[in-house]
Structures are given as C-alpha cells and as structure tokens.
C-alpha cells in the first residue's frame, strides 16, 4: 500500500506541521514554569535544534561530499566567540574583562542598533554578528582549505581535528586576552529570550542545506563522494567544489556555534574540543551518513538522552533503580556504549540515505500496523536464518580444524605435504556421440 | 657556548619528549600500514595504560605493576582490534574510522567516569627521576632513558620485521592485502601481532611519558596522539623508522619553539608541519609512492 | 594518408613508473570521425595511455594534442632524469599538464574499464552530473533557485532524458546505477560520457564480460553514436571481433611499446602482432 499526495496538499501539510510546531516552542517556553519537567522537553529542543544545524553541516562534508573533516567544533568555536565579543554591552565589559581592562572592544552592535532603531535594530543587532561568526568562519575555511583540501581523505582529518586542537589554545592565548578574555568565560553578552529564535535559525540554515544539496552543485558533491575519479573524468574541478562544500559547511557550524553561544549564556574555549567533534560525527551516524533528516533525528535524540532520559544514570537513580555506581560520568559511558553498538551493528544509522518525505512517511504509517503483526513471523525467519548460517560457520571451521590436524598428523608421520591427485578406480570413455 | 647552555636543555627535552612520541607513533604507522586505518583509539589505550599504573602502583610493587600495564595495553589494544574493527574489514573505510572514533570516545568517557574527571598525578618512579648533569644541564634519568631504550626498541622491531617469518608477513600484508591472504598468510593473526607491538611500545611509551608530564587526566591521550600521528606521516606512513626520525624532529622543534617563549604556538607548528610535509611530499619522508589504480 | 582532420595526437608518449616503462615512445593519431583501435595483451600499457591522455597520469615524456593544440607536454625531470629509459630525451622541452577535468572540457570524455558509476545516485543523476560542468550558475544562484538555475536544471533534465531514450535507458531512469544490469550499466557509462559533450570519446574495454549477441549490439550501437554525435573514437578492446568489425585502424602494444598499426586486415596478417598473441615459436 502506498500513499501519493499532490504537490500542493504536501506543502499545505508541511506548512502546517511547521507553524503548529513553531506556536508549541513559543508558548511552550513562555508558559512553562522553569520547575517542570517538560521544561526539559523546551531545552532539549533548543539546544537540539542547535545540533541538528551543525551536524546538518558536517553531513555535507561527510555524507555528501565524502570529505572525512573533523574541524567543527572548531569552527563552532570562532563562531561562539566572534558572536559573544560583539555583543557584550558596553558597561558590562568591565566586569566580563575584569583582568584585561575592560578589553579592547567596548561596544556592543546590539546595543548601537537597539539605539538607532530600536527593536528592530535588537535583533539586526544579533544577525549581523551572527552572520558575521558566519562568514568569518567560512574565510578562515577557505584558508585552511587551501593545503588541507588536497590532501587524501585521511590526512584531512587528522589536519582538521588538529586545526580545531591549535584553535582552542589560540582563543586561550593570554596576548589575545583583551579581545578573547584570554582563559576566563565571556558572558552577559547579548542572547535570545525565547527558544523559537534557535529552532527558527536553524530551520532555515537546514532548509538552505538541504536546497543546496539538491542543486546541481549537490549532485556535483554527491559524485565526488561516490567515486572521485569519475567526478573528475565528468569535469567537475574536485578541488573548487571540494572548497566550496567545506566553506559553506564551516558557514554553517559557525552560525551554530554562535547559537550555542546564546544557548549556554557563557562560553569558554575548553569544551570546543575533539570530544565535542566526536559528539557530533557520531550524532551523524545515528541519524544516518547521508541523511539530512537523519541528522536532525540524531541531533533530537543524543540531546534528548544526554540531557533528560539519561540524565539519572548520573544522579544515582533511573527508571527506579538505584546503585551505587551510577555517579557522575556514568551516563556517558552507556551513552558511548550505545553509540558502539550502533556503529558496529547498525552501521546505516536511523535513517541510512533516505530523506523524509510525506509519501513515505504516510506509507510507513499505514503499513505500520500489518508489519507489526508480521513482525514475529519475520524474526522468528530471520533467527533461524541466522542459527542455519551460525551452524554452517561451525561446520566448516569444524572441517577445517580437521583437514589441519590431518595435514600435521600427515607431516608428523613424515608424508608429504601435498595431497596426491586421487586416481580413479576406472576409466569410462565416450565416444563423441556420447553412447 | 653561551647558545649551547641556554638551548641544551630544551634540546634534551626535545629529544626525551621525541622518544616518547615515537613510541606511540610505531602503534599508528604499523596499524595504518596494513589496515590503512588511523586508530583514533591508540592514544586513548596510551592515556590508560597511564591511569591504569596510577592505580597499580597503590597496591603492588613498582616491576609487577610495569607488566601488568604492558599486558594491559596489550589487551586492551587487541580486544578493540578483535571487538571494533574486525567485524567491520569489509565495510567502507569511514566506517572503520568512525568505529575508531566510537572507541576513542567510549575509553575517555570511561576515563572520565573512573577518574571523575580530576586530573592524577602519576607515581613516580625513583630511578626515572633521579637527577643527572649532562654539561651544563641538569636533566632527570628519564631523559637520557628514553631516546636509549627507544632506539633500542626500535633497533628490535625492525630486526623482527626484516628478519622474522612473521615480519615477513607484516611487510607482504602491508603490501598488498589481498594478495597476500590468498597466498595462504594468516591476516589476522598478522594485524593481531601488529597490534600487540603497537600497544606495547605504547604502554612503555606511557610510563617515560607521565614520568615527565606527571599530571594525568581523560585527554591527555589525545594530543600526544596526534603529534605521534603527524610524526608517522612526517616520516612515511608505514615505516617504523620514518615514524622515530619524525617523532624526534616533533619533540626537538617542539621543544625549541618553547624556549624561544611561544608556548602557545608549539602545538600548532606540529600541523603545520604535517600540512608542509603533505604538500612538500606526500608520502613523508620515507614513505613508498602509491599509485591509484584508474 | 587519411585526409581528414587529426583531433588527437600523441607524440612519443612515454610513462614511466620508477623503473617499470608502462608506456614506450606511443606514437598514435585519432582523425575527425574515425573508431581507432587500441589492442594488445594485457598489461600492454592499453589503459596507462588512456589516463595520460585525460591527465590522471602525467606522461614521463612527449606531448599530447587535442583539437591540433598541444595540451599535454613533459619531460623526464628530477629522479627521473637519471631513471629514464625511453628514447627522444631532449626533444620535449616544456612542462604543460592538465587535469582530467579541464581535459573534459577540453572535448575528451572516457569510460573506464571497471565500470565506475555514482553509486548512491540514480541513472538520470548520473548523467546530469555529466552535464553540471556546461552550467553557469554560482552556487548561490543555484541554491537559492534563481530563475537562470531553475531554466538550466530544466534544459539539463530534458537534455539527459533524451540522451537516455537514445541508449534504451529511459526506463531506468529513476533506479539507482548499481541496481543496473552489466550490460545497461556500460551503456549508462558511455551516456554518461556522451553528456559532456564530447568530441573525443574514449572507450576503455567496453565489450569485457560480453558475450557474443551483447558485443554484436555494442558494436552497432558505437558506429550509432559515433554518426548521430559526430564523434572520434579510441578504444580499448580485446574481442578480436568488434576491433576487427569497427575500426578503421589499429594500433598494438606490447610491453608498453608500439608493435604494429594499420587496418584491421594489415593488424590480422601482421607477424610481430600473432607473436605477440599466441607467442613466438621458438
């Protein structure tokens, strides 16, 4: 059974689905008292929304463009600091630059803004440094790209997740303190008042990633990650197109990192480290390498773990039980254990390549209820499948351990190693009508 | 002689800190040589084998405990072998990669819920730290130590892959990997060798290492790591010999930059070594061309 | 001599690998409209010419021309200077090379011997990737859908439907290339190259894994396309029965180096040719 919707009727279920969504975040942020626990939910997609958008960008590179870089959190780095270092207000730069005399910056662009044009200038104010984290990552990518991009897949991962190491201790650098803080957070810079702002940025930078990747350039990406040298053979220029994936890519992490920023209402370079890198890769796998839904289902699902479900596993007690080994740092390594097992044994993620769509989505639905009923007889198929290949495998390793023991038993008796020809007993000729 | 007094010290630090980088750059060099896989993990199993002894060292006496990190490393290092990347031979390169990274994050993680996230001092070890002049300078054991026992380590390996059946093996499965297990070699007993070389020379590489930096925590796997991989590529990726030259000119280059005061920046000139090396010459400076077949 | 138009020309092409000559002073000339054959045992060197022509390889020394412009040009240089074998030192003085894209662009498409398709893309994508080169627009235009990349991704879909109607892939266009069989999976192949406009075609082996019927259809289908696409062949064969059905004339490597050319009735009776087959008797 398969379901087929018109153009339009999918749009106008899209639209939809989007503005409910939107109108669910707003007042959900607004009306929800901060004691509740579905204030957990509200966080989980803000900070959520902020994941789906850098790993939507670091799916481009890996997944689409079949370039294996490591640099984001790196790159969301330079973006969460030039945001916050434009936007701490002018009086409060005595107390975040306590020990660099109030900085070299002293203004705020929010704040020269807000005072020319009022509202609408507040949030020109934090566009434009947002923007700007932007595309000042997105320069410092180009430059980086021009050794790292010819480089083989490999070694750019090394030289990225390197670059990103080089970065953190630059933005730690106490010379740089006026402008960085050196060491200490930045904080009280401008940030959003309600979680419909990071959903919606983000929404938009996925939308323009996933429009991107279905242009002509995206096919280009596409083939270049399928097979390199046929690419080249078609005349696509590997080297622009690798350059102009990992640019706008950087593009975006920067724009994350700027609404991390936000998010966290203070930032230190410390975190930016290949940890966090890690997190996101593996939040791409979950998803699916390939899959742009899968990244946003990803990112909603490793926030939701990590900052809700999992959340006991360190405090002591979840899902009523408690024990003693369940401290701090306890719910990562479940966390990471899980990831193992899905990049061991369900290594195409959530989502593998596919994208979602209504058709699918509404297909998947419908038949939902007739493959669980089959769902038993299925696995009970499959398991036994399994046991068949599982004796097979026994059979023939039995066989071999046989034919060594024989060979060593032969050449213990001093016979030769080879086996001779078997000769047959008797010979039948044809002739060549076969009789 | 003025120069000499002032850069001696660092230069020994250099060529100390070289060995230590070395050691961990043969574990990547000799995996990527014949799995063509960066083993994110290996400066994590570098990082345990550290905090591992930190928690031997409480309870048994100093030689036991130096075996028992050995053998741990050993362990450790074939199980994620065995465990993470066997099953995943045939899969796409990414995937190991990504199995790799998956390894590396469960093993700080893990360090981190063990450690609780406070950085150990690592024990010392008395005769590591006994202090000793060497003209001018005044140096502790462990730096004259390491680039010795290094070489000789190295001297070793290379005899056991030059002159060893299972050497030969190494170098035929580095060569061609299919090939060579239709000639009858047994892959996996060659790429589980080559791990518990790997891991073994990381462990005693540890135990120089956190003699010098004593403090101890989660990450302190990674960046020697790194630097221990740029170091193989600076050298030839695959080649034990190139991996050492290019571990030390790490640590000594290192070491000079600090002592010129730009503390900050030694960590990033080993990348931009690695980025001069990858444009200047692929395939470092002892390493074997390798044509892509079209 | 032929009195049509040379469009490729190679001029004591030589590749050297360290100490291994993979190709040995290649002299060979393709004309305007012409199927040139490139025949010889395996290892010849067959493959090692096509991919210093497209610029995978950058040849040890001669030059290439395509379209009577040298675009293509080396000489033994550094260590090779002391390793070199090959004959003509001193003759080649320039250092001219190209990538494989710009020689695309140039006018010369290729199919690979071990079929290389986009594998995660369907049939149709394949080949308007092929097209993407020929297109304008930045990747700002094109993302943000600008009224120039909406009217180019429409004339590249119409464009690459007809291209698959002419090989007999309209059908299969929305499938992915992998789920192809063989024989549809080399037709895509030399579709996909045909998308780029070429003047030159390069066909490495296309009749491998082809049984009789299927070469036969091959066969016809590249004189089709070679008329309808006013195109120069070279291609890499080894049944003995399409080289000798299509081309107009053959070139044979042995060991890297030249043999023999000429038609295909002079390659047939040619000894150094039927050495080099079947073995010298000795």
């Known amino acids: 059974m398969e379901v087929r919707l018109n153009k339009k009727t999918k749009s106008v279920l899209s639209a939809v689905c989007i503005a409910l969504f939107l109108i669910f975040v707003y007042f959900g942020d607004i009306m929800i008292s901060p004691g509740s626990s579905w204030k957990m939910l509200i966080t989980v997609i803000e900070k959520g929304s902020i994941y789906a958008l850098v790993a939507a960008s670091m799916n481009l590179l890996n997944g689409f463009t079949g370039l294996f870089s490591l640099g984001q959190a790196g790159f969301m780095l330079i973006g969460a600091y030039t945001y916050a270092i434009f936007t701490i207000p002018a009086d409060s730069h005595d107390k975040v630059y306590q020990y660099f005399d109030g900085g070299l910056i002293k203004w705020s662009i929010v704040e020269i803004l807000e005072g020319k044009m009022g509202v609408l200038g507040h949030y020109l104010g934090m566009f434009i440094p947002m923007i700007g984290a932007g595309l000042l990552v997105a320069v410092i990518a180009f430059l980086i790209g021009i050794p790292v991009l010819r480089l083989k897949s490999d070694y750019l991962a090394i030289a990225t997740l390197g670059f990103a190491e080089i970065l953190r201790a630059f933005f730690q650098w106490n010379t740089l303190g006026p402008v960085t803080n050196g060491s200490n957070v930045l904080r009280k810079y401008t940030t959003y008042n309600n979680a419909v702002f990071p959903v919606l940025v983000s929404g938009i930078c996925i939308a323009i990633i996933v429009l991107l990747i279905n242009s002509t350039y995206g096919r280009a990406f596409r083939s270049i990650r399928d097979d390199e040298i046929a690419a080249e053979a078609m005349g696509i220029n590997l080297f622009r197109h690798k350059q102009t994936s990992f640019i706008i890519s950087s593009f975006f992490a920067g724009i994350s990192g700027a609404l991390l920023a936000m998010f966290q209402t203070t930032i230190n370079a410390t975190p930016f480290n290949t940890v966090m890198t890690y997190e996101i890769l593996l939040i791409v796998v979950i998803g699916g390498i390939g899959s742009i839904t899968g990244s946003i289902i990803g990112a909603f699902l490793f926030t939701a773990a990590s900052e809700w479900w999992l959340r006991g596993l360190d405090a002591g007690r979840w899902l009523g039980i408690s024990a003693s080994f369940m401290r701090p740092g306890f719910r990562k390594v479940v966390f990471a254990v899980l990831i193992m097992l899905i990049v061991l044994f369900y290594s195409r993620g959530i989502m593998g390549d596919r994208e979602f769509s209504w058709d699918g989505f509404l297909t998947w639905c419908r038949n939902l209820p007739a493959n669980i009923k089959a769902w038993p007889e299925k696995h009970k198929a499959k398991s036994a499948a399994r046991k068949e290949a599982r004796a097979a495998k026994a059979a023939a390793k039995a066989k071999a351990k046989q034919a060594k023991a024989d060979s060593e038993a032969r050449k213990a008796s001093g016979e030769a190693l080879f086996t001779p020809l078997p000769v047959a007993d008797h010979v039948v000729v044809f002739d060549k009508e076969g009789k | ?294 | 001599m032929d009195e049509r138009k040379t469009v490729l020309k190679l001029s004591d092409i030589t590749m050297q690998f360290g100490g291994v000559v993979a190709v040995d002073n290649l002299n060979l000339e393709v004309h305007k409209n012409e199927i040139v054959g490139l025949i010889g045992p395996n290892g010849a060197g067959k493959t090692t010419a096509f991919n210093c022509i497209t610029g995978v390889y950058e040849p040890t020394n001669g030059s290439i021309e395509i379209n009577g412009n040298v675009v293509i040009e080396n000489h033994p240089q550094g260590k090779m200077k002391d390793t070199y074998k090959g004959r003509n030192q001193g003759k080649y003085t320039n250092t001219l090379t190209m990538l494989p894209d710009k020689v695309t662009k140039l006018g010369v498409a290729r199919t690979f011997q071990n079929i290389r398709l986009f594998k995660g893309m369907t049939v149709l994508e394949n080949v308007m990737v092929a097209m993407h080169m020929n297109q304008s627009e930045s990747v700002f235009g094109a993302t943000f859908r600008s009224r120039k990349a909406r009217t180019e991704e429409h004339s590249m879909r119409e464009e690459a439907l007809k291209l698959l109607k002419k090989v007999d892939l309209y059908e299969n266009r929305d499938d992915l290339s992998t789920s192809l069989p063989y024989g549809k999976q080399r037709h895509l192949e030399i579709a996909r190259a045909l998308a780029t406009h070429p003047s030159i075609l390069l066909l490495d082996e296309p009749a491998a894994g082809m049984n009789p019927q299927e070469s036969d259809d091959l066969m016809n289908f590249i004189g089709r396309i070679r008329d309808e696409f006013d195109l120069s062949i070279l291609m890499i064969e080894h049944h003995m029965q399409v080289i000798m059905g299509i081309c107009e004339h053959i070139y044979v490597l042995n060991y890297g180096g030249q043999i023999a050319d000429g038609t295909p009735e002079e390659i047939q009776s040619n000894p150094a040719v039927i050495e080099a087959y079947l073995g010298g008797d000795e």
Not at chain 2, 56 to 69: A, E, F, K
Not at chain 2, 86 to 110: K, T, W
Not at chain 2, 135 to 156: D, H, N
């Open chain 2, 1 to 294: 002689m003025g120069l000499i007094q002032t850069w001696l010290p660092y230069i020994l630090a250099g060529i100390a800190v070289g060995g230590q980088y070395a050691l961990i750059a043969i574990g990547y060099t000799m995996v990527y040589g014949i799995l063509r896989l960066i083993n994110f993990a290996h400066g994590d199993v570098f990082m345990w084998s550290g905090l591992i002894m930190v928690y031997l060292i409480t309870v048994l006496p100093l030689w036991l405990s130096i075996i028992l990190v050995i053998i741990f490393a050993v362990v450790l290092g074939t199980t994620i072998e065995k465990v993470a990347y066997r099953p995943l031979r045939s899969a796409p390169r990414m995937s190991i990669m990504i199995s790799a990274i998956g390894v590396s994050y469960l093993l700080q993680n893990f360090a981190l819920y063990i450690t609780g996230g406070l950085t150990k001092t690592y024990p010392a070890i008395g005769w590591l730290q006994k202090t000793v002049r060497i003209g001018s300078a005044t140096t502790k054991m462990v730096t004259i130590i390491t680039p010795v026992l290094t070489i000789v380590l190295v001297v070793l390996l290379v005899m056991l892959i030059k002159h060893t059946k299972i050497g030969m093996a190494m170098r035929a499965v580095s060569r061609d990997f299919e090939t060579s297990s239709l000639m009858g070699i047994d892959i996996n007993r060659v790429i589980t060798v080559t791990f518990v070389i790997g891991c073994a020379l990381a462990a005693i590489g540890s135990i120089l290492y956190f003699s010098n930096y004593t403090g101890i925590n989660p990450m302190s796997g990674a960046m020697p790591g790194l630097k221990a991989f740029v170091a193989a590529v600076f050298g030839g990726i695959g080649s034990v010999p190139g991996a050492v030259v290019g571990a030390f000119v790490i640590g000594i280059c290192e070491n000079l930059i600090k002592g010129a005061g730009w503390t900050t920046f030694s960590d990033a000139f080993t990348f931009v070594l690695l980025i001069v090396i990858l444009m200047v010459k692929p395939t470092g400076l002892f390493g074997e061309k390798d044509i892509d077949k079209v």
